[in-house]
């Protein structure tokens, strides 16, 4: 496991680098994008009791992976070591605290992040749990995350100029389908789900 994390750890320092060389010291709000996505979260598995809603719980695994970049990069921002934060991970993520259901699952991590202003491992890790998602499907959405991440911002992302809804769909839905073809265990693994979405981007408009 701490292989995989520090190998999470190292790709999230290069795509925040990509974005900024000096990222560390910009002083982004990382807990807002925690809790922002928990809200989307929330969306996408239903919560509305006055309207008919079937949980999309691709969309919901996609948001727990945008929450794991966020996650990582607030502890990486502070000033403890990689490998202090390789150790923190490995420790808490075994450790999930439990809750009811998603929806309260969703409700913990956001507000324990709006009151602490930060991240929260074992939270995070309880959401993972009632999502029924194992760390190996972390691992393998967060590759292919990342990738689609890097492939924005070579495509215009932060000048605007990128398209994120291609022929009807959203770009994550899109990745969700590229994942789902391709066996993780493919030597290249990144490279062909990058080569992928310039396939599925091609004529977007």
Not at 56 to 76: A, K, Y
């Amino acid at each position: 496991m701490k292989d995989q994390i520090l190998t999470m750890l190292e790709m999230q320092d290069a795509v925040n680098s990509h974005v900024n060389p000096d990222w560390r010291r910009a002083g982004n709000a990382w807990y807002r994008a925690i809790w922002t996505e928990c809200a989307e979260m929330l969306d996408h598995y239903g919560w509305k009791w006055w309207k008919h809603q079937q949980p999309d719980m691709q969309q919901v695994r996609l948001e727990i992976i945008d929450i794991w970049h966020f996650t990582m990069s607030d502890l990486l921002s502070t000033d403890k070591t990689r490998h202090y934060v390789v150790g923190h991970i490995a420790k808490e993520l075994p450790e999930p605290e439990k809750s009811a259901d998603i929806c309260e699952a969703i409700e913990k991590l956001a507000v324990k992040t709006l009151q602490t202003r930060a991240a929260d491992t074992r939270l995070f890790a309880g959401l993972m749990q009632a999502a029924g998602m194992s760390f190996d499907e972390l691992f393998r959405g967060y590759i292919g995350k990342n990738v689609l991440n890097f492939f924005r911002q070579d495509h215009g992302y932060k000048d605007g100029s990128y398209i994120k809804v291609w022929h009807g769909r959203e770009d994550n839905e899109h990745l969700a389908d590229i994942l789902a073809d391709i066996d993780p265990a493919l030597q290249g693994y990144a490279d062909e789900v990058y080569r992928r979405l310039e396939q599925a981007y091609a004529g977007a408009s």
